[in-house]
Structure formats: C-alpha cells, structure tokens
C-alpha cells in the first residue's frame, strides 16, 4: 500500500519562500508520476504542478509564472516543491499524488493515491 506523507507547510510572509516535500512510502524502488494539487477555502482543488514517471519534464499550472519548482530524489524516494515569491492567493492546502503510471495529462483523477494535506498560508 502506498502512503504518501507530506511536511513542509506553515505560515510566511508575501514575497517568502517555503519548501514541501512528500515521501512515498514504502519505497519500492518504483517511479510514479507525481504532481502537486492545492485547495483553497471555498474552491475546487487545482492542479500545481507535476512530473511523469519516466522523463523529466515537468508541468505547472498558469498563475505559478515561474515562481515554483517541482523536483525528485529517487532515491529518497521523495517529491519536493519549492515555492518562492510566495503572495496571499497561494495560501491553500497543498496535496502531493502520485500514480504508477506514466501521466503527461496530469488532473485529478489520474492520481491514485494522495498525501495529507499541508498547510500554507502565506500573510499579506
């Protein structure tokens, strides 16, 4: 059973910087394709950010415009999402997903397993 725990989240200030991370465990020594969703109070859960299983190309929702980055460390078997010039709109719960298959589509329901929830909130 694959469980995806997420940490990193908290509360910065306009213009900061913070960083999730997301372990899959246990590691299998597969890849998944894995992305980065988030929900904001009162809205629908939207797509962050993504990379495929194989390859390294990486997607990112329109109003990321740069300021976020998505990474991988197979051998931690661990997902990261850096996030710079933080503004208050972001301020949202953020979920990692992941999926044994190869996704270059990625939406919600092509994820088959899900982390937690980490807070970010980010003050004006």
Do not use: H
């Amino acid at each position: 059973q694959v469980q995806l725990v997420q940490s990193g989240g908290g509360l910065v200030q306009a213009g900061g910087s913070l960083r999730l991370s997301c372990v899959n465990s246990p590691r299998t020594g597969s890849t998944y394709s894995m992305a980065w969703f988030r929900q904001a109070p009162g809205k629908e859960r939207e797509f962050v950010s993504a990379i495929p299983r194989i390859g390294l190309s990486t997607q990112y929702g329109d109003f990321v415009k740069g300021r976020f980055t998505i990474s991988r460390d197979i051998t931690k078997a661990t997902l990261y999402l850096q996030m710079d010039s933080l503004k208050p709109e972001d301020t949202a719960v953020y979920y990692c997903a992941a999926d044994p298959q190869q996704i270059l589509f990625p939406k919600i329901s092509t994820y088959a397993y899900w982390g937690q929830g980490t807070q970010v909130t980010v003050s004006s």
